[in-house]
C-alpha cells in the first residue's frame, strides 16, 4: 500500500524544483496536455485503490483550503509514509505508531517546524494591497 503512494510522491517530486520535468498526460478523449503542475496531474492519474485516492484528496484538500501547496503536501505525505514504512514492517499497527513514544519523530518535526515558521513569520494587514497580486 505505501509503495502506491510512494510512487505518486515520486511522480509529483519531480515537477518541483529549478530542474523540474514536464509530464505529457494523455485524457480519455485522445489529448495531449504537458504540464508541470502537480495538482493537475493528480487530477489525471486513474487510481483503483481508495486508499491511494486518498492521497489525491489531501492534494485536493491543500488546493481548496490554501489555494497552493498541492506537490509539496503529497511530497510531505510520501517522505512521512516512508518513515512509517519501516515501524509497518515490524507489525507495528498504525495506531501504535501515532502514539506513545514512537510518535516522537513526528511531534518533534512538528514542533521544528511551527518553530521554523514563527521565526519566519511577519505580520501582514489584510488591509494592505501591496501584498496583494
Not at 487530477?43 to 484528496?57: Q, V, Y
Not at 509539496?72 to 519501516?86: F, K, P, Q, R, Y
Amino acid at each position: 500500500m505505501i509503495d502506491v503512494y510512494q510512487a505518486i510522491a515520486d511522480i509529483i517530486r519531480t515537477t518541483l524544483g529549478p530542474r523540474f520535468m514536464l509530464k505529457m498526460l494523455f485524457d480519455a478523449s485522445g489529448g495531449i496536455m504537458v504540464t508541470n503542475d502537480g495538482n493537475a496531474i493528480l487530477h489525471e492519474i486513474d487510481l483503483a485503490r481508495p486508499t491511494a485516492k486518498s492521497m489525491i484528496e489531501l492534494s485536493c484538500t491543500q488546493d481548496e483550503e490554501v489555494g497552493d501547496g498541492t506537490t509539496s503536501i503529497i511530497i510531505l505525505a510520501g517522505e512521512m509514509l516512508h518513515v512509517a514504512e519501516a515501524l509497518i514492517d515490524k507489525n507495528y499497527h498504525p495506531t501504535i505508531i501515532c502514539r506513545d513514544n514512537l510518535s516522537i519523530t513526528y511531534d518533534k518535526a512538528l514542533e521544528d517546524a511551527i518553530a521554523v515558521f514563527d521565526k519566519i513569520a511577519m505580520p501582514v494587514d489584510a488591509n494592505d494591497h501591496k501584498f496583494c497580486c
